[in-house]
């Protein structure tokens, strides 16, 4: 179940989403697209998604930033349909310039938990959460989209045998997805290779027991999956220095 929720005008769950939604201004035209997204529209979009019944799976993308990484999948995969979410006007707007070519991409803006109870039960063969906004400082972290109430929403729309990739910066972060995944029976992990040793999360978590105790050399990798595209949130955390964690699990009823 979803915390702070409510209800819209048209009955759609509403979230408190932290955070800005726009950085600089728009020009008018960047604007005038977002009338193609009112949320009838969008509802109608998604329902024609389900019931054409023509693409070989259906992927959701949950905060796709400028759109690098689901533009390249739906490039790369045109006989399945990618749903993409974000709240962040500014990135949207970017990705609808460079997706009207693409029939198999569909894109929701807003907060993704807006977009879940639109989606059918079992219906998702795959759920991309890729740097999201990790809220470091402590007083914050009871922001991050991705918990337990978060994470039974995502199960319920995925289908047996549904992936689940989780990449942050943040080991902290990550350590906290490993133990949700791990406190239930329902999900295994996706072995990736190369697979990073425990000796090399020693390292990183500088031997921060909390953190270090729930890493194993199957649940994470260091090393970008070839299959996973880059995003501009991974290369600007290179160019920091920081580490970065790949997590892929495995959705079975």
């Known amino acids: ?22 950085t600089h201004g728009l020009t008018l035209l960047q604007l005038r697209c977002f009338q193609e997204y009112s949320p009838e529209a969008v509802q109608a979009r ?8 023509v693409f070989l799976g259906v992927y959701l993308e949950i905060g796709f930033g400028n759109g690098e990484h689901l533009l390249e999948q739906a490039m790369t995969h045109p006989r399945a349909a990618f749903i993409g979410a974000e709240p962040f006007e500014n990135g949207f707007v970017q990705a609808h310039q460079r997706a009207a070519c693409l029939p198999n991409l569909f894109l929701y803006k807003g907060d993704v938990r807006s977009l879940l109870p639109l989606l059918p039960s079992a219906s998702l063969d795959g759920v991309y959460m890729l740097f999201p906004d990790p809220w470091p400082k402590r007083r914050h972290q009871k922001r991050r989209l991705m918990d337990s109430s978060f994470l039974e929403a995502l199960t319920v729309l995925l289908k047996s045998g549904g992936e689940m990739r989780f990449a942050t910066d943040q080991l902290e972060y990550a350590a906290e997805v490993i133990r949700l995944i791990e406190a239930s029976p329902n999900w295994s992990w996706k072995a990736q290779e190369p697979r990073a040793s425990y000796d090399s999360a020693s390292q990183l978590c500088n031997g921060t027991a909390k953190t270090l105790k729930v890493f ?32 892929s699990a495995i959705y079975k009823t």
């Open 216 to 247: 194993s050399e199957h649940a994470f990798s260091l090393a970008r999956p070839l299959s996973w595209p880059i995003t501009r949130y991974e290369r600007k955390a290179w160019r920091c220095g920081r580490i970065c964690c790949y997590l």
């Open 46 to 53: 998604i329902a024609d998604v389900f019931e054409q019944k």
């Open 1 to 22: 179940m979803l915390h702070n929720m409510s209800l819209s005008a048209n009955g759609v769950p509403q979230a408190r989403l932290y955070g800005r939604r726009r």
